[in-house]
């Protein structure tokens, strides 16, 4: 006896699942197996993953400078070259300085060093020693004489350039009269008797002519020569002799 509605069998869930076919079923239950099968996969899954940094490669047997706190000469190797060695070993003994020679060098600068305080007691109160015992004190004071005669040299100079600029000032001719003098006609008009014997002009085979064709400058002789030697010959002819005072042309 059916005491169930036909209307209400119809919207059952048996009816539904009689109208398909079981193919239906079996994809059904193959995408859901393959999706559970892929989330217990997923822990098992490795991906290869690139990542960059900045580094400095370094190789394993680092090779390693060796020094010695002195400088000696080698006597003995117990290595040969790319051996391996471990903290502790001997890798090569240095030679024994002799002893002699060791005394000798502290001896040497044990006197130095007197020679020293000797020549610092002198200078320290304003005196000077007859002879310097220190070689480097003696430098230093033939440093010193040298400078000194160089500037007593240079003194002497500007004193006679300081006259002969005030005689210049002080003096009341006209630039006119200056240049017709005597004086400067002579130098003008130049003869052997107005000059020295001494000098190289006085038997220079060529004096009339050079003289003549003005071949020289009374500045530059005088400053390379001095005023005592006005009539040296002209410091870029050839027969003239060294400078005392180097000029640059």
């Known amino acids: 006896m059916n005491n169930i509605?036909?209307?209400?069998?119809?919207?059952?869930?048996?009816?539904?699942?009689?109208?398909?076919?079981?193919?239906?079923?079996?994809?059904?239950?193959?995408?859901?197996?393959?999706?559970?099968?892929?989330?217990?996969?997923?822990?098992?899954?490795?991906?290869?993953?690139?990542?960059?940094?900045?580094?400095?490669?370094?190789?394993?047997?680092?090779?390693?400078?060796?020094?010695?706190?002195?400088?000696?000469?080698?006597?003995?190797?117990?290595?040969?070259?790319?051996?391996?060695?471990?903290?502790?070993?001997?890798?090569?003994?240095?030679?024994?300085?002799?002893?002699?020679?060791?005394?000798?060098?502290?001896?040497?600068?044990?006197?130095?060093?007197?020679e020293h305080l000797s020549d610092l007691v002198f200078l320290a109160k304003g005196q000077k020693p007859e002879t310097f015992r220190s070689a480097s004190r003696k430098q230093e004071y033939i440093l010193f004489l040298q400078q000194m005669q160089e500037q007593e040299t240079n003194a002497a100079k500007a004193q006679k350039d300081l006259e002969r600029n005030q005689t210049l000032y002080n003096n009341e001719n006209t630039l006119t009269e200056i240049w017709n003098s005597p004086q400067a006609m002579r130098l003008a008009y130049m003869k052997k008797e107005y000059i020295d014997k001494n000098s190289k002009c006085y038997s220079c085979g060529q004096f009339q002519s050079c003289f003549d064709n003005r071949n020289r400058c009374w500045t530059d002789i005088i400053k390379a020569y001095g005023d005592d030697h006005w009539d040296f010959p002209d410091p870029r002819c050839k027969m003239a002799p060294k400078m005392i005072q180097e000029l640059s042309f």
């Open 5 to 114: 509605p036909s209307e209400f069998i119809i919207d059952s869930i048996d009816s539904y699942i009689a109208k398909y076919s079981t193919a239906s079923k079996k994809i059904y239950w193959v995408a859901l197996t393959a999706v559970v099968a892929t989330l217990i996969a997923l822990p098992f899954i490795y991906v290869n993953v690139s990542v960059q940094e900045a580094g400095v490669i370094r190789p394993i047997a680092e090779k390693t400078e060796i020094r010695a706190n002195i400088s000696e000469l080698v006597d003995s190797v117990f290595v040969k070259e790319g051996q391996a060695v471990n903290k502790g070993d001997t890798i090569l003994t240095l030679q024994r300085s002799n002893p002699d020679f060791q005394i000798g060098y502290q001896q040497k600068r044990v006197t130095d060093m007197q």
